[in-house]
């Protein structure tokens, strides 16, 4: 176990936070597609990476009833020896993007690939990055298995990882394959993680939303009204950000196929809460199943939660890094100083792929 804390200061945790899926399971809020961040400086000596735009196709995400398309766009990272080196197999590092974005937006958050060549110019060992698109059509798949959106736990977990072996000079084991994501993109790296152990071999969750179950209480007011109103595809489209989280959520964890033309079940209808609907909800979060994949997460060499001081996500990230804890499973929890997203650039480039050059193997067995 290891916790490092490195704020210079502990400001009061926000009440919410206006990017991503961080109030996916609270109130709506207005929030930006996309977030301006920092670009780090370039390295000196940074050797330029390639970036290739592929279409993957997913027998997992097909006939969906959202009309989701099964060819997605993938965006592969390669080092800068991958050309020059044309015997050589590299580990692949999974890094999935948060909500309202998708891969395109995702490569300009994290500032890619400048942020992966100064890793790698800074000392991490080369590695394949791959940036898949799991955006649909409410703004976000939560990486889960729904017949309303399609099963993009399975597209990321399977379908995609069997491409890029495939196509792509990689070390194809588990221990050489790693998971990260950020906010809607760290629940799905927790989730998929915990389920998929067999597949990856070092996880890293930065700021995952949507850790615990949702209380009893569901949304109502006029969020509520406005939602029953909706009758296609179009006017969700016309919602504000957060009434197309709920969309979202509702798509990914309480799917119905009985109910057209969004295919899903609200937790509140006519005005009445349905706690069946809670409870399906409740269902998908981690901190509510991850005692059921405690083995499956010991299989892990290397785990490792971050989350900025100032977002209002830090207190569940915490507790996931407790519970693993009290399960005596080695990983490590850093609190830095940032918001929901100012930060991630500079971790990604400075911590989240140095983590992945110390914990995955870099050799075939």
């Given at each position: 176990?290891?916790i490092?804390?490195t704020?210079?200061?502990?400001?009061?945790?926000?009440?919410?936070?206006?990017?991503?899926?961080?109030?996916?399971?609270?109130?709506p809020?207005?929030?930006?597609?996309?977030?301006?961040?920092?670009?780090?400086?370039?390295?000196?000596?940074a050797?330029?990476?390639?970036v290739?735009?592929?279409?993957?196709?997913s027998v997992?995400?097909?006939?969906?009833?959202?009309?989701?398309?099964?060819d997605?766009?993938?965006?592969?990272?390669?080092?800068?020896?991958?050309?020059?080196?044309?015997?050589?197999h590299?580990?692949?590092?999974?890094?999935?993007?948060?909500?309202?974005?998708?891969a395109?937006?995702?490569i300009?958050?994290?500032?890619?690939?400048r942020t992966?060549?100064?890793?790698?110019a800074k000392?991490?060992?080369?590695?394949?990055?791959?940036?898949?698109?799991?955006?649909?059509?409410?703004?976000?798949?939560m990486?889960?298995s729904?017949?309303?959106?399609?099963?993009?736990?399975?597209?990321?977990?399977?379908?995609?990882?069997?491409?890029?072996?495939?196509?792509?000079?990689?070390?194809?084991?588990?221990?050489s394959r790693?998971?990260?994501?950020?906010?809607?993109?760290?629940?799905?790296?927790?989730?998929i993680?915990?389920?998929?152990?067999d597949?990856?071999?070092?996880?890293?969750m930065m700021?995952?939303?949507?850790?615990?179950?949702?209380?009893?209480?569901?949304?109502?007011?006029?969020g509520?009204?406005?939602?029953?109103q909706?009758?296609?595809?179009?006017?969700?489209?016309?919602?504000?950000?957060?009434?197309?989280?709920?969309?979202?959520?509702?798509?990914?964890w309480?799917?119905?196929?009985?109910?057209?033309?969004?295919?899903?079940?609200?937790?509140?209808?006519?005005?009445?809460?349905?706690?069946d609907?809670?409870?399906?909800?409740?269902?998908?979060?981690?901190?509510?199943?991850?005692?059921?994949?405690?083995s499956?997460?010991?299989?892990y060499?290397?785990?490792?939660?971050?989350?900025?001081?100032?977002?209002?996500?830090?207190?569940?990230?915490?507790?996931?890094h407790?519970?693993?804890?009290?399960?005596?499973?080695?990983?490590?929890?850093e609190?830095?100083?940032?918001?929901?997203?100012?930060?991630?650039?500079?971790?990604?480039?400075?911590?989240?792929?140095?983590?992945?050059?110390?914990?995955?193997?870099?050799?075939a067995?």
């Amino acid at each position: 176990m290891t916790i490092k804390d490195t704020r210079t200061s502990c400001p009061r945790a926000l009440a919410g936070t206006l990017t991503a899926v961080a109030l996916l399971l609270a109130a709506p809020t207005v929030a930006l597609a996309q977030v301006a961040t920092p670009a780090p400086p370039a390295v000196a000596g940074a050797k330029p990476a390639t970036v290739q735009k592929i279409k993957v196709h997913s027998v997992a995400i097909e006939s969906n009833l959202e009309g989701e398309s099964a060819d997605r766009d993938v965006f592969v990272v390669l080092p800068p020896g991958y050309a020059a080196n044309p015997k050589r197999h590299y580990p692949v590092v999974y890094a999935l993007h948060g909500y309202s974005i998708g891969a395109e937006q995702w490569i300009g958050e994290i500032h890619a690939p400048r942020t992966i060549e100064n890793a790698f110019a800074k000392g991490a060992k080369e590695m394949i990055v791959v940036l898949p698109d799991s955006k649909t059509v409410h703004n976000g798949s939560m990486y889960s298995s729904s017949r309303t959106t399609g099963d993009f736990e399975t597209f990321v977990a399977k379908d995609l990882v069997a491409y890029i072996d495939k196509h792509y000079r990689t070390l194809a084991t588990r221990e050489s394959r790693g998971l990260v994501g950020h906010s809607m993109g760290g629940y799905g790296a927790s989730r998929i993680g915990m389920r998929h152990a067999d597949v990856f071999g070092a996880l890293y969750m930065m700021s995952p939303c949507c850790l615990s179950p949702r209380d009893a209480a569901p949304p109502g007011g006029q969020g509520a009204e406005v939602l029953a109103q909706v009758k296609s595809l179009e006017d969700a489209k016309k919602l504000p950000w957060g009434l197309r989280a709920q969309l979202a959520t509702a798509a990914a964890w309480s799917p119905n196929p009985n109910k057209p033309p969004l295919f899903l079940d609200l937790p509140v209808e006519n005005g009445v809460a349905r706690p069946d609907v809670l409870a399906k909800w409740a269902a998908n979060a981690p901190l509510a199943f991850v005692d059921q994949y405690i083995s499956a997460l010991a299989r892990y060499k290397a785990i490792a939660i971050d989350v900025g001081d100032r977002d209002g996500l830090k207190e569940d990230a915490g507790k996931l890094h407790a519970v693993l804890d009290r399960y005596g499973l080695k990983n490590s929890f850093e609190i830095y100083p940032g918001d929901h997203t100012s930060g991630v650039p500079l971790r990604l480039q400075d911590q989240v792929l140095p983590f992945f050059s110390q914990n995955l193997v870099f050799q075939a067995r």
